[in-house]
């Protein structure tokens, strides 16, 4: 685990809590006012920080902070953090690091009060509160013990004041409805009617059964949801947005790039958003068990793993058996189209990206890359052998090298190689319906996350299907998006009937599934 400042994330939103612990009372404000943390009049701050957005300037003051702390000049580091907080006084990140500061100076009596501050304000990483170097001068006093000692009141009472907080946004008038699953510790907002969000939550469980079974090491003590053996889960919270306020969020925390953006789980503020309930929630929610996993190892996995797990379950199957059967994909196409074009980097030096440079430099091709790795172990059924073995020698090797030697027995060149030939006898996935293929007998839209939407009137062609009917499913096969309809309707040939599962909308917001069966046609030219 990093030491001080392990939170890397530029968007954090907290929201202060007061709670008590036996005799010990938590309180605001911690040792300054915001009054008395503020950066200074405007004209003192340089025009280049003038133009920056908050986000912006709270990664560059997280930087300065960093390398401040690192070269021990703890005077610099402070100042940097109380900018921080005066940007952003609820986020608990920059006071987490005011208690590592303030602590590492000898000065206890500040770091158990901003460590106080920091676990009011959401701090839930109870890993990294036990085992974090740089918090050891507190631990002999009584505030830290009685955090400790109250954690699972502390975390639940922090996630009623942030779902409280939450009414305000998304309100019970706009047809939000509040949840919460005691056993897996998921408290949701959701905007989707009861059928879908009833879908919604049995798709989490059946992710959470799948990451338990065909992840997990066999051996593992600690198995999604509660750990008894260190203390109480975090609460997340699940947010599934109507699509305007889904807009809202994106565009608040990504500027001009919010069209890319699907979903995002925030780990330090244990919130995950999504703006539909297929591959972007799958996707998001493994991150949640992922996380979860790491936090109770003490280990941080590099981002090629992080994102090719998870991207690995965006494309699935059910099998026989209830099982996941993990699929070829639009990113195995990149990954096979860098391949032939002799773009493809070798295995060791994916395996050596720093985060930045996995999430910012081609992206789609390290994301792509990932999986396509993820699922050639998959297809081997060697996905949880591997990953025992990855944490299991985490210690001597956290790139994940050593794993696939030991796993395959030959060094790692060769299991690129054998890597590579089993990328080209792969077929490449339809992401489109090209002329030819099977259709549906009608045309399809993106909808509001549940399904696609249709858009053009069938007449008897679509068996009691009409406009605004929402399709889920086609032969069993759930549909959430496009691209989940061209890859399913890939398998079919024009002519052959299958059972399309549909939803139509109803007053009061409600939606009445059927099933239809209907007649796939050709795509024409």
């Given at each position: 685990?990093?030491?001080?400042g392990?939170h890397?994330r ?53 930087k ?83 955090i ?78 509660q ?143 990932a ?7 998959a ?5 949880r052998?591997?990953?025992t ?68 009137y ?11 009917d ?27 009937a ?28």
């Amino acid at each position: 685990m990093d030491s001080c400042g392990p939170h890397l994330r530029s968007v954090w939103r907290r929201a202060a809590l007061r709670v008590a612990l036996g005799a010990l009372a938590l309180f605001q404000p911690p040792v300054l006012s915001l009054a008395q943390m503020s950066p200074g009049p405007a004209s003192d701050v340089p025009a280049s920080e003038e133009r920056l957005t908050k986000g912006q300037e709270i990664e560059q003051l997280r930087k300065r902070f960093l390398d401040a702390f690192k070269a021990k000049q703890f005077d610099a580091a402070e100042e940097a953090l109380l900018r921080w907080i005066a940007l952003d006084g609820r986020d608990f990140v920059p006071y987490y690091n005011m208690a590592c500061t303030a602590a590492q100076q000898g000065n206890v009596d500040v770091g158990e009060r901003m460590l106080q501050a920091a676990v009011i304000r959401g701090f839930g990483d109870r890993v990294k509160l036990v085992s974090d170097p740089d918090l050891e001068p507190l631990r002999s006093g009584e505030t830290y013990k009685a955090i400790l000692e109250g954690w699972d009141r502390i975390i639940t009472a922090s996630v009623e004041r942030r779902l409280s907080d939450l009414e305000t946004k998304y309100t019970k008038a706009k047809g939000y409805v509040y949840e919460r699953d005691e056993a897996d510790r998921l408290a949701f907002v959701s905007a989707f009617e009861p059928g879908s969000f009833k879908e919604a939550k049995d798709l989490l469980a059946r992710l959470t059964m799948w990451w338990d079974t065909q992840v997990l090491p066999k051996d593992e003590p600690w198995r999604s949801g509660q750990s008894p053996s260190r203390g109480g889960e975090p609460w997340v919270i699940v947010i599934l947005p109507t699509r305007p306020d889904f807009q809202a969020w994106a565009q608040d925390a990504y500027g001009g790039m919010w069209e890319r953006i699907g979903g995002e789980y925030a780990h330090d503020e244990r919130r995950l958003i999504a703006m539909d309930l297929g591959s972007t929630l799958r996707h998001e929610y493994w991150h949640v068990l992922h996380w979860r996993h790491m936090e109770r190892l003490g280990q941080r996995h590099p981002a090629w793993i992080m994102e090719g797990l998870c991207s690995l379950v965006e494309d699935v199957e059910i099998g026989p058996e209830g099982q996941a059967v993990f699929i070829p994909s639009w990113r195995t196409n990149i990954t096979k189209k860098a391949a032939r074009s002799g773009g493809l980097m070798p295995l060791e030096a994916l395996f050596a990206l720093d985060p930045g440079t996995f999430l910012r430099n081609r992206p789609l091709a390290q994301y792509a890359h990932a999986r396509s790795l993820f699922l050639f172990l998959a297809s081997k059924n060697k996905l949880r052998d591997w990953y025992t073995l990855y944490v299991e020698n985490y210690t001597q090797d956290p790139t994940g090298r050593v794993a696939f030697e030991k796993l395959f027995g030959k060094p790692i060149k060769e299991v690129d190689k054998d890597f590579r030939a089993w990328l080209r006898s792969l077929p490449d996935t339809a992401v489109e319906i090209r002329p030819g293929m099977a259709n549906l007998p009608f045309d399809v839209d993106m909808g509001s996350g549940d399904g696609v939407v249709v858009i053009s009137y069938p007449g008897s062609r679509g068996a009691g299907i009409k406009m605004r009917d929402i399709v889920t499913a086609i032969d069993g096969k759930p549909v959430r998006d496009l691209y989940d309809v061209a890859r399913v309707l890939s398998q079919y040939k024009p002519g052959q009937a299958v059972d399309i599962a549909y939803k139509r909308p109803m007053a009061k917001g409600e939606q009445r599934p059927a099933v239809a069966s209907v007649t796939l046609i050709r795509q024409p030219s």
